[in-house]
């Protein structure tokens, strides 16, 4: 499956963006999506997670309350609809998808098979 992220931008501090995440393939139901951020210098850190069924979602602790993760099999997306951004929110956001990914391996990146390229999100205060 390929993946393509899309939505980063620039916005002031509270602010909100809606971050998408498209997939090739006909199979994509099939897949759990997570998304995943980068800030310069730091390690890839897990935000959220939706498993295959769509029935259980997952959050870092940082963005729990602000951020939701949601999905339309339909368009073959997902989404993280980020709000009350913070400046500390700004990185690279990938998403990244692996089939019928369980509640049980979601946290880490070894856990994701396929990774979009990621889209930028910068926040200012």
């Known amino acids: 499956v390929q993946l393509q992220a899309s939505g980063g931008g620039s916005v002031q501090a509270g602010g909100s963006l809606r971050l998408s995440c498209a997939a090739s393939?006909?199979?994509?139901?099939?897949?759990?999506v997570g998304w995943f951020r980068q800030a310069p210098g730091k390690e890839r850190e897990f935000v959220a997670a939706?498993?295959?069924?769509?029935?259980?979602?997952y959050y870092a602790d940082s963005v729990k309350g602000r951020f939701t993760i949601s999905r339309d099999n339909a368009k073959n997306t997902v989404y993280l609809q980020t709000n009350s951004l913070k400046p500390e929110d700004t990185a690279v956001y990938y998403c990244?998808?692996?089939?019928?990914?369980?509640?049980?391996?979601?946290?880490?990146?070894?856990?994701?098979?396929?990774w979009g390229q990621g889209t930028q999100v910068t926040v200012s205060s």
């Open positions: 393939g006909r199979t994509f139901a099939s897949y759990g």
């Open positions: 990244a998808a692996r089939a019928f990914l369980s509640g049980s391996h979601y946290y880490t990146t070894r856990d994701y098979d396929y």
């Open positions: 939706i498993i295959w069924t769509g029935e259980s979602t």
